[in-house]
């Protein structure tokens, strides 16, 4: 594996990121538990569900949904391989051991709710198992870096995602079969905790050398969720799905934008990272593209920056801190900061999109 000289950290950092692992394995709160799932296996029966299902899904429709999240969630071994080479390559111990101790474990358990679902519609539990061998032997390509900064960041984003696909499915559940919509929602809720911990690895990675910043806009430029890659007949078909089940579109762009302002920390940071993330997706604004407004921007310093993320924030309803104070640069008079804050909001109001920003989830 090639090295990245741009991932770089002051000694500092290895010290509080320890930490924040020690924290973490200090208080895992609590896993899915196997056995007990398998104890309650009848009442994991999702026969009534398919009778029930919202207009416009089918039952293979369903059987999918329930298949990716089984799929994906039964190839820990293959993303944790990548995070663990990562860790070693970059001498990051404290992710090796978050990948180790606490991440992997906790994942070998999703799959279960979602097999015995499957074996109550028909699959025998052979089946099921020879599919989940057969994915599990797949060659996993990882669709982006392996720095520390942007492993982290890939965790993100797609235990963002999985947790929105294990709510999708137990919102699915809920009036039929209460007891596996439950089993779902405490999958979901794992996947929050993961989301939460990555965020927090990525932000003091961020703080302690806010250079990679580019970094993390790399990843979400590339990333792509793993069942994409290994079970591209179901992965492809999430979008969609995800559409018909209802999901709130606008929610997740606005939790996405969420996350990173806080992984970046500052609201000039927040504003870099956007506008890097959409200068990398080709994004023009005009015939100009953003990659020379970047340029503009970094002369124009902090308070440019700061702006376009005010206005990244406002247009995807994350509400602002209160506490940041608005100072205009000293060369130019308050009223002239007030029309450039404006036009810049409506620049970004008008060209920055759910796509600039998430991608195609
Ligand atoms: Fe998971
Ligand atoms: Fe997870």
């Known amino acids: 594996m090639s090295i990245n000289s741009e991932y770089f950290l002051p000694e500092s950092a290895a ?19 196997p056995e007990e799932l398998r104890a309650s296996a009848a009442s994991l029966d999702v026969k009534e569900v398919v009778k029930q299902l919202p ?27 990548v995070f663990r080479e990562g860790a070693t390559t970059y001498n990051a111990p404290w992710l090796a051991r978050f990948n180790d101790t606490v991440w992997t474990p906790d994942e070998y358990t999703h799959y279960t709710p979602y097999q015995y679902m499957l074996q109550s519609l028909g699959y025998s539990e052979e089946q099921l198992k020879n599919e989940m061998t057969d994915v599990q032997g797949i060659h996993y390509e990882h669709c982006c870096g ?13 235990e963002y995602l999985t947790d929105n696909w294990h709510g999708m499915i137990s919102m699915l559940l809920r009036d039929v079969a209460p007891y596996a919509a439950q089993s779902a929602t405490a999958v979901k809720r794992r996947e929050t905790l993961h989301t939460i911990w990555y965020r927090e690895m990525t ?25 994409t890659r290994l079970v591209p007949h179901f992965g492809n078909r999430a979008l969609e799905w995800m559409a018909k089940a209802n999901v709130d579109f606008p929610r997740v762009a606005s939790d996405f934008v969420r996350n990173f302002y806080e992984v970046a920390g500052s609201m000039k940071r927040a504003g870099y990272l956007f506008v890097d993330l959409a200068a990398k997706r080709g994004m023009k604004v005009g015939p100009v593209p953003l990659s020379s407004i970047n340029k503009v921007l970094s002369k124009i310093g902090g308070p440019g920056y700061g ?18 104070k608005q100072t205009s640069p000293i060369n130019i008079t308050p009223r002239l900061y007030e029309s450039f804050r404006s036009s810049v909001k409506n620049v970004i109001a008008s060209r920055i999109d759910n796509t600039a920003i998430i991608g195609k989830v």
């Open 55 to 81: 207009e416009g899904i089918t039952e293979d429709d369903f059987i999918g949904i329930l298949k990716l999240a089984m799929l994906t969630e039964c190839a820990t071994d293959s993303y944790s391989a």
């Open 203 to 227: 932000a003091l990675q961020v703080e302690e050398n806010p250079e990679l910043i580019p970094l993390v806009a790399a990843t979400l430029k590339s990333f792509q969720m793993p069942g």
């Open 146 to 158: 392996k720095t520390p900064v942007e492993l982290t960041t890939y965790g993100i984003a797609q």
């Open 307 to 324: 702006i376009v993320g005010e206005a990244v924030l406002d247009k995807f309803g994350v509400p602002r801190p209160s506490n940041v």
């Open 15 to 33: 010290a509080k990121l320890d930490k924040l692992v020690d924290q973490i394995e200090e208080r895992p709160g609590r896993l899915v538990n």
